[in-house]
């Protein structure tokens, strides 16, 4: 991470697959901050993410 002045935000990720998918949510953040069907698409993402984690550790 490199240290950036006040009113530049970094977003810091790392490297690999699942730090891959994070990249592109990440990006999908911000897009979905001025498009209202990547915001839709992004909420269905998570919705079923969450869905899909298991209420019970097994």
Not at 2 to 20: N, T, Y
Not at 36 to 53: G, P, S, Y
């Amino acid at each position: 991470m490199v240290q950036m002045p006040g009113g530049i935000p970094v977003g810091v990720l790392a490297v690999g697959r699942a730090d891959a998918v994070n990249a592109a949510l990440l990006s999908a953040a911000v897009l979905a901050l001025s498009d209202e069907k990547i915001a839709k698409a992004l909420d269905k993402f998570r919705a079923d993410q969450t869905k899909a984690v298991p209420l019970t550790p097994s």
